[in-house]
Nanobody
Framework: QVQLVESGGGLVQPGGSLRLSCAVSPNIFSVSSMGWYRQAPGKVRDLVAAFTSVGRTNFGDSVKGRFTISRENAKNTVDLQMNGLKPEDTAVYYC?????????WGPGTQVTVSS
């Protein structure tokens, strides 16, 4: 019954910005960790940025210094602010969350960085 609702994907030019948002629905669950992951064509799904179960943040090496992540709504919503986007950031971005000992994934939202 738990769903992760994603928004914010789209097409942007190199150097531009996008913000992705993910919310747990219904918002009645205790989320221990939550974040964003991405999968580019021909590659595995990798960490972009996430909050750990102890409230710290982890970032993928390729996005450090360009992306930020924040929590809202009692930690059951996460926003990913993506700045200085590059063509290599093009991927399907997936929200992931751990709630009540179970992992949940959003359906994925396409981010395309192209001129």
């Amino acid at each position: 019954q738990v769903q992760l609702v994603e928004s914010g994907g789209g097409l942007v030019q190199p150097g531009g910005s996008l913000r992705l948002s993910c919310a747990v629905s219904p918002n009645i669950f205790s989320v221990s960790s939550m974040g964003w992951y991405r999968q580019a064509p021909g590659k595995v799904r990798d960490l972009v940025a996430a909050f750990t179960s102890v409230g710290r943040t982890n970032f993928g090496d390729s996005v450090k210094g360009r992306f930020t992540i924040s929590r809202e709504n009692a930690k059951n919503t996460v926003d990913l602010q993506m700045n200085g986007l590059k063509p290599e950031d093009t991927a399907v971005y997936y929200c992931g969350a751990l709630a009540n000992g179970r992992a949940y994934w959003g359906p994925g939202t396409q981010v395309t960085v192209s001129s």
